[in-house]
Structure formats: structure tokens, C-alpha cells
């Protein structure tokens, strides 16, 4: 499967973006997408993840109560939904997949696409 995020962009601080991850190929529904990013300079992080079969999420701590991830099976679509961006959250978002399972670290997952700069300023 290969993997196109977008919808990034630059936006001020308290804002909002939705980033969509379009995947050409089938998803097994044992799969796992997930949201990471990496600011310059730093390692990637994990971001959010949902199981693409039954639906259930996940989060990091920092982004809990403002980030909410999302699939639409019919268009093979992975979406983050960012409220109440800060500055902190600018990075080059990547989704990725995971075969084996739930997993925070980014070696678990792959087919990873060019990523989506998210800038946000104060």
C-alpha cells in the first residue's frame, strides 16, 4: 500500500487543520494507521493511531483532548483532525501502517508517504 498525506499548512496558534491520509491499495483490517511527526532536528514521534478495522484510537499524552483521528473505509482515507493548535505542534506529519499491530515506535510501521508540513505560529 502506498500512502499520500496532505492538508498541512501554516495557521496561527488555537486554529485548526484536518490532514488526510489517502492509501492506494487495500487495508487489511487487522491493520494499524498512524499519525507521527518530526520536527527538525528531533526523532519522530508518535502522534495518534487508530485500528482500521474496528475503529478503536489512540493518542499521545500531548496532543489528547485536541487531536482526533478518523478512517473512512470507503474512500481507503486516514484523517487527523487538530484543534487548538500550538506552536509546539509544527513538524512534517507522516502516517504510516502498522501489520503488526498497535505500536508508538515508527520502526513498527511503513509505507510511509512524503509527509505534510504543519507550521503553526504564535
Known amino acids: 500500500v502506498q500512502l499520500q498525506a496532505s492538508g498541512g499548512g501554516l495557521v496561527q496558534a488555537g486554529d485548526s487543520l484536518r490532514l488526510s491520509c489517502a492509501a492506494s491499495?487495500?487495508?487489511?483490517?487487522?491493520?494499524?494507521m498512524g499519525w507521527f511527526r518530526q520536527a527538525p532536528g528531533k526523532e519522530r514521534e508518535f502522534v495518534a493511531a487508530i485500528r482500521w478495522g474496528t475503529g478503536g484510537t489512540y493518542y499521545a499524552d500531548s496532543v489528547k483532548g485536541r487531536f482526533s483521528i478518523s478512517r473512512e473505509h470507503a474512500s481507503n482515507t486516514v484523517f487527523l483532525q487538530m484543534n487548538m493548535l500550538k506552536p509546539e505542534d509544527t513538524a512534517v506529519y507522516y502516517c504510516g501502517r502498522s501489520r503488526s499491530g498497535l505500536s508508538y515506535s515508527p520502526t513498527s510501521y511503513d509505507s510511509w508517504g512524503q509527509g505534510t508540513q504543519v507550521t503553526v505560529s504564535s
Open positions: 491499495g487495500r487495508i487489511f483490517s487487522s491493520a494499524v
